[in-house]
Nanobody
Framework: QVQLVESGGGSVQAGGSLRLSCAAS????????MGWFRQVPGQEREGVAV????????KYADSVKGRFAISQDNANNMLYLQMNSLKPEDTAMYYC??????????????????WGQGTQVTVSS
């Protein structure tokens, strides 16, 4: 059974940085991608960054390109999201996700099969 546990969220002023972590367990060779998504109450969950587990290719939402970086430590089953130059509009609940689907290299939530509980990021102006 897949388990994803996020940590590292918090409150920060605009321009600051945070590093989110996701501890994964139960992944198999069938899991092809991992990603970070975020959601604001009343809005759809949106893709922030995704990575192909066995290749390292990454993809980012336009709104975070140049500011956020997704990375992984496969030996320790960890996923990270380094967030720099944070803006108030980055405020959201951030979720770690993984996918056992072949066509998972996308920022679409419907491509992802397993989710963590989320960690809150709040950026004040």
């Amino acid at each position: 059974q897949v388990q994803l546990v996020e940590s590292g969220g918090g409150s920060v002023q605009a321009g600051g940085s945070l590093r989110l972590s996701c501890a994964a367990s139960g992944l198999t060779y069938e899991h092809n991608c991992m990603g970070w998504f975020r959601q604001v109450p009343g809005q759809e969950r949106e893709g922030v960054a995704v990575i192909i587990i066995h290749e390292g290719n990454t993809k980012y939402a336009d709104s975070v390109k140049g500011r956020f970086a997704i990375s992984q430590d496969n030996a320790n089953n960890m996923l990270y999201l380094q967030m720099n130059s944070l803006k108030p509009e980055d405020t959201a609940m951030y979720y770690c996700a993984t996918s056992s689907r072949v066509l998972c290299y996308a920022l679409s939530r419907d491509r992802y099969t397993d989710w963590g509980q989320g960690t809150q990021v709040t950026v004040s102006s």
